[in-house]
């Protein structure tokens, strides 16, 4: 069977040369992020596969339609524009919801279910696999690495066969063990190549920035650095001018920021596609975008001559740190910020961010500084001199300041500030101003409600902001955990449904939408939304958890072992997982193997009561029964009265000859609520008859 593949080679012809002999009508896309920034390669991909899914199955491509366009607007030219949420409708300064690489990757897991999809379409016609070639790998965007590594986990190559051109460079991540994984490497012989004579140093100088600096070809690379630096940056402005009138958001992340930064106007012309490009890149969640952007920015930036754009660029590079994991990159780039300016504003809004880092990001976390920090942007707000900027800023910052004393535990403090905030906002403003600020003022308000116990208030918050803003699907999630909570499942998985149709494929909506159908006895369902969250991330340990459970209960035994054994080793000694592996054992029989199993999940965790509970079990069934009531008294120490738990510990103490013992557990259990009472009537009465016994004997 044909598998994936990795070709490796030192120069794109040598590589080209081999894909075309290992592969049928393989489809080329090129793949370097300096041609269109995120997702080059794969906006080559979905122009060509669209057309003919948009005409021949349109359920598939609206099932997909707000991944497909979310990172790459210019493909609504082939299917038509996607929803709009109040984010996107918001001006840029405007803006106070703003998504990561965490978004980003849903996206992208929406696109890789869609070419599946599409793929499974296409072989029902053809018999043989779609064939995609990603070439220049090596010089991709983070996106594009993500979504490749994504594809070849998830794609069967008897239906979509992958293969990934690169050089040697070392590959990481994601991408490298997906690589090793599921391909076979084959190295392109280098071809002879008689030296061009024709071309002159400066046309081939030329030719490689035409390229957009891409071209590997030795003499074009040669010609543009031995070209003197005036003639290379007029060449870069002419390249650039090229693209600009046609140029969709990618070339202007990518082609055009590079070669502007590279022309004869970098701190001017440079500066500015710099910053429109980050500025997008913001607004869409390229983390790893923003961040070289604006690194990139703050190199062409004079800060005495340019300081709110070198403060732009530094304060966006470091807030998009943190969802990629550079916490203390994110940390010194504002620290940066203090150092340089004396602005006002400028310390105000980095006072806020190092404070939400602290409250929100770093580990240990610490409400104490982060409170430090936050008054001080609340105190600079209050004392900016334009009352409308003064207004704005200051309900922003006190939001901020509800946020971290929700987290110190005032929720009642915290839910007086963002009442404040919305009662100013609605007095002095219209409808129509800062409208997606004020709907986030109003769903802070909701958490805050829930988490005070008030969910009828909360419900109604969350209805208010679903008509508000009826694509942004939180909301509805929101609502529907609060209608679990009330024992209203068709009205939850109703919300859950509705999140699912227009939402990206967030891999805690599915699961939220699982356990609501395992509770609902819709166990099918259930099963089918935890297995494609799965697919999509392996490593969700609650899923994990939750689809062998599911399988126990079912009595698929070896399907609930595998998930334990698969979940164990992604995470090693994951204490649910050891224990899970124990049950499934217990029921076999196996008692040696369950006790091995249950005594490692309680050496990570004395105190797990699940361990607790069926390791005593084992010891019942081997008639060790001191030992069974010595754990089922441990685990009552954890969970309290059960009255379950007291049932079994009445049991042991009775086949341990303690018929006193388990009849006062039986009499306790009957005082609880949810108790089994006819079972413990039953037992209760063997305790009688126990006694009975004995005291004939005696």
Aim: hydrophobic share 40%.
């Amino acid at each position: 069977m044909m598998g994936h593949l990795r070709i490796v080679g030192d120069r794109r012809a040598d590589r080209l040369r081999l894909i075309r002999t290992r592969t049928g009508r393989a489809l080329v896309v090129r793949c370097h992020q300096r041609l269109r920034g995120p997702y080059t390669g794969i906006d080559t991909v979905l122009r060509a596969v669209l057309p003919e899914a948009h005409r021949r199955w349109p359920e598939l491509v609206e099932a997909h339609r707000v991944e497909l366009l979310y990172g790459m607007p210019e493909l609504a030219q082939l299917i038509g524009p996607p929803p709009r949420t109040l984010a996107d409708e918001a001006p840029f300064k405007e803006r106070t919801r703003f998504f990561g690489s965490g978004m980003i990757r849903c996206m992208s897991q929406g696109i890789v279910t869609f070419l599946l999809d599409y793929a499974r379409r296409t072989h029902a016609d053809t018999d043989s696999p779609l064939e995609l070639a990603f070439e220049e790998v090596h010089a991709a965007e983070a996106t594009t690495r993500e979504l490749l590594a994504l594809l070849m986990r998830r794609a069967d190559p008897r239906l979509l066969r992958v293969v990934v051109s690169t050089t040697a460079d070392a590959l990481s991540g994601e991408l490298k063990a997906a690589l090793a994984a599921t391909t076979t490497t084959l190295r392109a012989p280098s071809a002879d190549r008689e030296p061009d004579g024709h071309r002159s140093p400066l046309e081939w100088a030329s030719a490689y920035v035409d390229s957009d600096c891409t071209d590997d070809d030795p003499q074009a690379v040669r010609g543009y650095q031995e070209a003197d630096r005036e003639t290379v940056a007029r060449l870069h402005d002419r390249r650039a001018d090229s693209l600009e009138d046609t140029a969709s958001w990618g070339v202007r992340m990518g082609a055009i920021a590079y070669h502007r930064e590279r022309g004869s106007d970098p701190t001017g012309a440079g500066r500015t596609a710099l910053l429109a490009a980050q500025r997008h890149a913001v607004a869409t969640g390229f983390s790893a975008a923003v961040v070289d952007l604006g690194l990139r920015g703050r190199g062409v930036s004079d800060p005495g001559v340019h300081e709110h754009d070198y403060w732009e660029f530094t304060r966006e590079a470091a807030a998009a740190c943190i969802p990629i994991g550079r916490l203390d990159e994110s940390m010194e780039l504002y620290r940066d910020l203090l150092r340089r300016f004396t602005n006002p504003k400028i310390h105000m809004m980095t006072s806020y961010a190092i404070a939400m880092l602290h409250t929100r990001f770093l580990r240990p976390r610490d409400h104490e500084l982060a409170l430090q920090w936050q008054h001080n942007a609340v105190a600079i707000a209050g004392l900016l001199p334009d009352p409308a900027e003064r207004l704005t800023f200051s309900v922003f910052h006190d939001n901020g300041l509800a946020l971290v004393e929700m987290h110190r535990g005032n929720r009642t403090r915290a839910l007086e500030i963002v009442e404040s905030c919305i009662a100013r906002l609605d007095e002095a403003m219209d409808d129509g101003q800062w409208v997606l600020h004020r709907s986030q003022l109003l769903y802070n308000r909701a958490r805050l409600l829930v988490a005070l116990g008030r969910a009828e208030e909360a419900h109604a918050d969350y209805t208010r902001l679903v008509d508000l803003d009826p694509y942004y699907t939180d909301y509805l999630s929101e609502r529907a955990r609060i209608s679990r909570d009330r024992g209203d499942f068709d009205a939850a998985l109703a919300d859950y449904d509705r999140a699912v149709q227009l939402a990206p494929p967030f891999p805690e909506l599915f699961y939220n939408r699982g356990t609501a159908r395992a509770q609902t006895g819709d166990l099918r369902g259930a099963l089918d939304d935890f297995c494609h969250v799965l697919e999509m991330e392996p490593s969700d340990l609650d899923t994990r958890v939750a689809r062998a459970e599911l399988l126990l209960e079912t009595g698929d035994l070896d399907g609930a072992e595998a998930d334990a054994d698969t979940g164990l080793t992604l995470h090693p000694g994951e204490v649910q997982l050891l224990c899970l592996k124990g049950i499934v054992l217990l029921q076999r029989e196996d008692f040696e193997e369950a006790l091995g199993a249950f005594d490692a999940a309680l050496e990570r965790d004395p105190r797990y009561p699940a361990a607790l509970v069926n390791r005593a079990v084992v010891h019942y069934r081997q008639s060790r029964h001191g030992r069974a009531v010595a754990d089922l008294t441990a685990a009552l120490e954890v969970v309290g009265n059960d009255p379950d738990v007291l049932l079994n510990r009445g049991i042991a103490h009775l086949a341990d000859g303690r018929a006193d013992l388990a009849r006062a557990d039986f009499d306790h259990a009957l005082t609880l609520p949810d108790a089994d009472v006819d079972e413990l009537h039953r037992h209760r009465e063997l305790c009688d008859a126990a006694g009975a016994s004995s005291r004939v004997g005696s």
